[in-house]
DNA sequence: CGTGACCTTGAAATACATCAAACCTTGTGG
DNA sequence: CCACAAGGTTTGATGTATTTCAAGGTCACG
């Protein structure tokens, strides 16, 4: 509970987006092994049925800043993301950016495929990542022959609906620094309750999240580290003052204390 | 196209929101006369099963303003909405309130008591509604029984993850005019396109929806009403220059016109 | 015909965006 | 290995969109 030892590993920060060349080690294809089974779409489906699948499912290794794929193309297959962090974006018509969901580990993308015909979101890899891609003739087919699927792909809609509800209420009730605020401690929570997580969004994906400039979020950072709320070094975000940033995500504003 | 006849019916509008006895004449309670089973979730279900629902379901007539049931409360029935508009909401920590989604004939409502425990959100009747009540048990059986109701699950719920997401999208990239001449090209889209539909939302809840305050969404009314962009009378809203909404939702605002 | 809910309008305050420039940091090529 | 280039971050000055506060106006209903 009281300072813990520091998370996971600091993953790499992109600096420009490479074209990324999907560099697919190809080390263990085998779905029976995956290490995210048990969080995936498949943990209710039973050994044998895993067994019989025959590997339908492609890993895949990409880097940071990679275009999984992007919104309004035609949906050929769905993702599950074994490790790493991806974002799905929308661009409104004036051309800004909306990221919609963060994903993390377990998280599964591009599954509306199943029902339309295009994908909703850009998908773009913020850290290196590792997923399996998996056909959407597959994964249809599964559908028909394992009811349980179903259930799982339900279940994961009303994970998804409700995460963008909550970022529909940030955006539509809270101010900037409410809003960051927020965010910082959910990401935080996401990230095992640790003092210390990595950040891998710049300050200009932070506000596409937020609904604010780079500026305006640079600003608050900058405030925040001077007041000691928390401090910043090579993508780590430690934070010092829970209390402080519990208090700004309710209410307060930065001019105001 | 153009020009066409008065939409339906001027949904009377609620002056202070009744505490709403469920006013429930039983009329018709078939299921298999209902007239939006086409569209409801048993669109899929075949006769005979329908049949042997032995109506299950409860239809009820409620007056506007009356609360169907709340966030946070034990889900015990999910609804269908036969006639009227219901808005779901949610309450910020800061006691702000944020529409989530509004619905319409045909759409259900509750079926997150299939996941959780709690009713995500607040339904709440903008307009007289007559409902269809559909207790948890009845529906999760039935779930069991005809998987074919999970696919009609499960593209209800890519709709209202598309609709939320469009929120979150107006939210985060636009600004007041943008978003409430986009919501009122969606609403009169929503209404059959006619140049003219009821509005049922207030100034208030008009906010609450785009995440703007009551002043700042009547003095655009007011400034578009000025220009003959539109006209109002009596809830219901007339659409006179749908091209400068457009422009206006793409990107203008109110000073620089 | 008064009362309560809702809507409108104005003036002032403020939060955030915009514009502009300097500063870091990190990968790269000489 | 250094220095530069490029992307990202910080900071300041200024503008403006939107909120907040306050008051008056309208409409429907009892």
Same mark, same amino acid.
């Given at each position: ?103 993390? $580990? /377990? ?5 509306? %495929?199943?029902?339309? &015909? ?6 773009? !890899? #913020? ?99 001077? $007041? /000691? ?5 090579? %993508?780590?975000?430690? &934070? ?6 519990? !208090? #700004? ?9």
């Amino acid at each position: 509970m009281l300072g813990a030892e520091d998370p996971a590993i600091p993953h790499r920060r992109r600096k420009h987006a490479l074209p990324g060349r999907p560099v697919a080690p190809q080390m263990d294809n085998d779905c029976r092994r995956c290490p995210v089974r048990g969080v995936s779409l498949f943990g209710d489906l039973p050994d044998e049925v895993v067994f019989s699948l025959n590997n339908p499912a492609e890993h895949l290794d990409l880097p940071a800043g990679h275009v999984l794929y992007r919104e309004g193309a035609a949906a050929n297959a769905a993702f599950t993301l074994k490790d790493g962090v991806i974002k799905l974006t929308r661009t409104a018509v004036n051309g800004r950016d909306q990221i919609l969901r963060l994903l993390t $580990r /377990g998280d599964v993308m591009g599954a509306e %495929g199943l029902m339309g &015909l295009a994908y909703n979101h850009t998908a773009t !890899t #913020l850290t290196p990542v590792q997923i399996c891609r998996l056909p959407l003739p597959v994964l249809k087919q599964l559908q028909a022959e394992h009811p349980t699927l179903n259930h799982a792909l339900l279940a994961r809609w009303a994970v998804a609906l409700q995460q963008v509800e909550n970022l529909a209420l940030e955006l539509g009730t809270k101010k900037a620094s409410e809003r960051l605020a927020t965010f910082l401690l959910y990401w935080r929570a996401k990230n095992g309750h640790y003092p210390s997580m990595p950040l891998p969004l710049s300050r200009t994906e932070t506000g596409e999240l937020l609904g604010l400039t780079v500026e305006t979020v640079s600003r608050f950072f900058a405030d925040w580290k001077r $007041r /000691g709320y928390l401090s910043e070094k090579a %993508g780590i975000i430690h &934070l010092h003052n829970l209390e402080a940033l519990e !208090t #700004l995500s309710g209410s307060e504003s930065l001019s105001r204390i």
